[in-house]
């Protein structure tokens, strides 16, 4: 089946650093990728959609300038928290959608980020 | 704006059935998912209906009613494993939207 490859799993650090997710699609083309926002206790929140070769497209509220997405090839996007303070720390978790039609699942999702800002 | 609501949390008895209710409000529909999700992990696909009426599989049920905005997820033979947090998420047009999620405990 469709596995998409999210790195790194977890991640500490001190406030004021940047830090990269990678979400990759190991075995098809994504043409959409799309990240998620989870808080403790709480429902996924998109954050922004992202085309291959294309800008993102954010979710309202959500600080472009803060949350970087890239999405360079079909099999990979990443998004950078840049700057990053304890507010943000958060469960982060990427999706991606082939070519293939809507059937019977849209998007298949990565294994999520923890972050955790010090 | 896009609502998706669903009750917070819920308790059941192991070997019970319980029903997960979803009412939602969106700008396009193109679909209803459900998902399981375990604390810290990825959301795991459970079902899809597209069109009203019911969706068996195995313990597992889903029903939609688009003139109503509503769904639920039924779950039938409650193991204690299926402690869990269930989304209800709306395929809008080009995006998946996700509900408030419900926290379910099953106790022994």
């Known amino acids: 089946g469709a596995v998409v490859s999210q790195h790194p799993s977890r991640v500490i650090c001190k406030s004021g650093t940047s830090v990269k997710i990678e979400c990759r699609s190991l075995d098809f083309q994504a043409t959409t990728m799309f990240w998620y926002r989870q808080f403790p206790k709480k429902s996924l929140m998109l954050m922004a959609t992202s085309n291959e070769g294309s800008k993102a497209t954010y979710e309202q509220g959500v600080e472009k300038d803060k949350f970087l997405i890239n999405h360079a090839s079909l099999t990979l996007s990443t998004l950078t928290v840049t700057s990053a303070h304890p507010e943000d720390s958060s469960f982060y978790i990427c999706?991606?959608?082939?070519?293939?039609?809507?059937?019977?699942?849209?998007?298949?999702f990565g294994d999520g980020t923890r972050l955790s800002i010090l | 704006g896009q609502n998706i609501d669903q009750p917070t949390e819920m308790t059941a008895t192991e070997g019970a059935i319980v029903q997960i209710n979803c009412t939602y409000q969106t700008s396009g529909f193109n679909g209803l998912f459900w998902y399981q999700q375990h604390a810290g992990e990825a959301p795991t696909f459970l079902s899809y209906n597209v069109l009203d009426g019911l969706e068996e599989k195995g313990r597992f049920s889903s029903f939609l009613s688009r003139s109503k905005g509503y769904s639920y997820l039924l779950l039938k033979e409650l193991q204690m494993k299926d402690s869990a947090s269930y989304l209800c998420a709306v395929w809008n047009t080009d995006k998946l939207i996700f509900g408030t999620g419900t926290r379910l405990q099953v106790f022994p």
């Open positions: 999706s991606a959608r082939g070519f293939e039609g809507l059937g019977n699942q849209p998007q298949h």
